[in-house]
């Protein structure tokens, strides 16, 4: 009988090549019998795709901070221009009192190139403005003006 089974073993030829057999499945980087987990392949068309738009979102979402902050320094410096142009215009202007710090006072253009501050706001001048009106200013403790409002763009 041994004789018998040692010819069995002899005999024996396996049908699967030895290089696609491996004493670990476990480690095979595909499923090894039905039961196993399913693997599939990675999309890597999908994955790149994925991360392409996620980098535009973040990218596009910094911008949109870069340009905000460019809008409000671009504000700011026309606030600042406007306060230059001002100013000049009321230290030409005539004014019939001394100017008083924390005072509000308004800039009105007389005729082309003379200008008046006056404490009489346009809503007080009634139907028949004799002047026309540019700003509604305060003089500032450092002795610049504060445009609180106006009513045009003003270039000198």
């Not at 005999?11 to 693997?39: C, M, Q, R």
């Not at 004014?95 to 005072?103: A, D, L, T, Y």
Request: glycine share 6%.
């Amino acid at each position: 009988m041994e004789a018998e089974n040692n010819l069995d073993k002899e005999i024996f030829f396996n049908p699967i090549s030895s290089d696609k057999i491996t004493e670990n499945p476990g480690l095979l980087p595909y499923a090894h019998h039905v039961g196993s987990a399913i693997i599939r392949p990675l999309d890597k068309g999908k994955t790149k795709g994925n991360a392409m738009k996620a980098m535009y979102q973040q990218t596009g979402n910094q911008l949109t901070q870069i340009k905000d902050q460019v809008e409000l320094l671009i504000k700011q410096a026309q606030e600042i221009h406007d306060r230059i142009n001002i100013s000049e215009l009321i230290y030409k202007a005539d004014c019939g009192v001394k100017p008083v710090v924390g005072e509000t006072y308004f800039l009105y253009e007389k005729a082309e190139d003379s200008y008046l501050i006056s404490l009489i706001s346009p809503e007080e001048w009634g139907h028949k403005m004799p002047y026309h009106f540019i700003a509604e200013v305060n003089l500032l403790a450092d002795h610049t003006w504060n445009v609180v409002r106006k009513l045009k763009d003003i270039t000198i």
